[in-house]
C-alpha cells in the first residue's frame, strides 16, 4: 500500500487561510468516507483534529476543517495562528482493510 | 478519557525481537481495535498493523512491511495490548505509536499513547 500524497510543505502569514491535499487512489481516499487529519507538533504524539472526512472532535477549533473530492481529501486551516505551525498528516482507510498515511505536511506560519 | 501508555522499547540487534506493550488506562479498552503506527526520525507515520474486539473475532492486519515479522495481541482483562516484533531490521527503527479506534465505521485514531522508541542496530 503506499502512502497517500500530500505536499511536502505549506506556509501562510496569520490570519490567511491554507489548503493541505491529500491524494490517494480508488481503493482508499476514493472509496470510503474515511478520511482523518492528525496535526503533530515537534516531539509529540499526533492529535486528531479532522475524522471521516469532515467531522471534528470536540475541542477542535473550527478553523479546521476537511473536504474530499474523488480520490483527493483536503484540509483547511483558516485564520492561520502561530500555534498552528506543526506537521500535518491525512490517513485512510483501504480496500485491504488496512490503514494508510500520506507523507506529511509542514506547515510553516510566517 | 482513555490513555494510553507504550512500553518495552530499547536496542536490539538486527534479526533480533522485542516485545512492546501497551496499557489502556479505562474499561473501553475492550470495545477498541487497537492500531499501531511508527514513525522512524524526521520521516512521516507509517501504519503497522491493528487487532480488532472479541467482538469481532480479534481479527488482525498488517502492512506489507511487517506481515510475517510483527504480530499484535491483546489482553482485554488487563486492558493491555502487544507488539510482537520478530526478525527485526534496521529499517524497523522508528518511534512506536499504540492507538485506538472505539467506534465502528469511523477512522478516527484517538487517543495516542507518548511512544516508545526502538533502534535495531549492531
Known amino acids: 500500500q503506499s502512502a497517500l500524497t500530500q505536499p511536502a510543505s505549506v506556509s501562510g502569514s496569520p490570519g490567511q487561510s491554507i489548503t493541505i491535499s491529500c491524494t490517494g487512489t480508488?481503493?482508499?481516499?476514493?472509496?470510503?468516507?474515511?478520511v482523518s487529519w492528525y496535526q503533530q507538533h515537534p516531539g509529540k504524539a499526533p492529535k486528531v483534529i479532522i475524522y471521516?472526512?469532515?467531522n471534528r472532535p470536540s475541542g477542535v477549533s473550527s478553523r479546521f476543517s476537511g473536504s474530499k473530492s474523488g480520490n483527493t481529501a483536503s484540509l483547511t486551516i483558516s485564520g492561520l495562528q502561530a500555534e498552528d505551525e506543526a506537521d500535518y498528516y491525512c490517513s485512510s482507510y483501504t480496500s485491504r482493510d488496512t490503514g494508510v498515511f500520506g507523507g506529511g505536511t509542514k506547515l510553516t506560519v510566517l | 478519557e482513555m490513555q494510553l501508555v507504550e512500553s518495552g522499547g530499547g536496542l536490539v540487534q538486527p534479526g533480533g525481537s522485542l516485545k512492546l506493550s501497551c496499557a489502556a488506562s479505562d474499561f473501553t479498552f475492550s470495545a477498541s481495535t487497537i492500531h499501531w503506527v511508527r514513525q522512524a526520525s524526521g520521516k512521516g507515520l507509517e501504519w503497522v498493523g491493528r487487532m480488532r474486539s472479541k467482538g469481532d473475532n480479534y481479527a488482525t492486519a498488517y502492512a506489507a512491511s511487517v506481515k510475517g515479522r510483527f504480530n499484535i495481541s491483546r489482553d482485554d482483562s488487563n486492558n493491555m495490548a502487544y507488539l510482537q516484533m520478530n526478525s527485526l531490521k534496521t529499517e524497523d527503527t522508528a518511534v512506536y505509536y499504540c492507538?485506538?479506534?472505539?467506534?465502528?465505521?469511523?477512522?478516527?485514531?484517538?487517543?495516542w499513547g507518548q511512544g516508545t522508541r526502538v533502534t535495531v542496530s549492531s
Open positions: 492507538t485506538r479506534i472505539i467506534m465502528p465505521s469511523t477512522w478516527r485514531f484517538d487517543p
Open positions: 480508488s481503493s482508499d481516499v476514493g472509496a470510503y468516507n474515511y
Open positions: 471521516d472526512v469532515r
